[in-house]
């Protein structure tokens, strides 16, 4: 077997299209398999992926602030498809100001649900991937959702109560 640089580089020439051919047949016979392979290998080489992905981001910096601003379209595509599947107004008041409306989880285990799924983005594609469900879930505007975060009822109902008593 010869060690020649040149001939080698030939060799894997000659060679590429019958291992991307190779490579493509395995995907279509097992579809999935190769990203499952890739996960677990991540998984499992954690500090490697991560040593890599800050040795390439610190050589190509305009690629780091171009894949952040992808996934903050991206987040805000969802935000925007999130607020549209649940009603585009609070549950409660009625409040229809965009940047003011956010998911409430009825059964008060949003703080577990983002663990589970890494975040309020994750929540959003969680809840997608499922179909939108509506049961535990509406949209509503952050002081109806905080108000019954803090204090278990909307503050719009206490002033319900006052326009009606005055």
Request: proline share 4%; hydrophobic share 30%.
């Amino acid at each position: 077997m010869t060690k020649d640089p040149a001939k080698i580089q030939a060799r894997n020439v000659r060679r590429r299209p019958y291992h991307r051919e190779l490579a493509a047949t395995k995907r279509r016979e097992k579809p999935g398999a190769h990203a499952a392979y890739m996960r677990d290998w991540r998984a499992a080489n954690r500090e490697k992926v991560r040593a890599y992905d800050r040795e390439y981001y610190r050589l190509h910096p305009r690629k780091r602030l171009h894949d952040q601003q992808k996934q903050r379209v991206k987040r805000a595509a969802l935000r925007s498809e999130m607020i549209a599947a649940y009603g585009s107004a609070c549950a409660c008041c009625g409040e229809a100001q965009y940047e003011f409306l956010t998911i409430e989880h009825m059964n008060r285990d949003g703080g577990r649900h983002r663990k589970q799924v890494g975040g309020n983005a994750g929540v959003w594609l969680d809840l997608k991937r499922r179909g939108w469900p509506k049961d535990g879930y509406a949209v509503m505007c952050m002081n109806c959702n905080w108000g019954r975060r803090f204090t278990g009822r909307c503050p719009h109902e206490d002033s319900h109560v006052e326009a009606i008593a005055s």
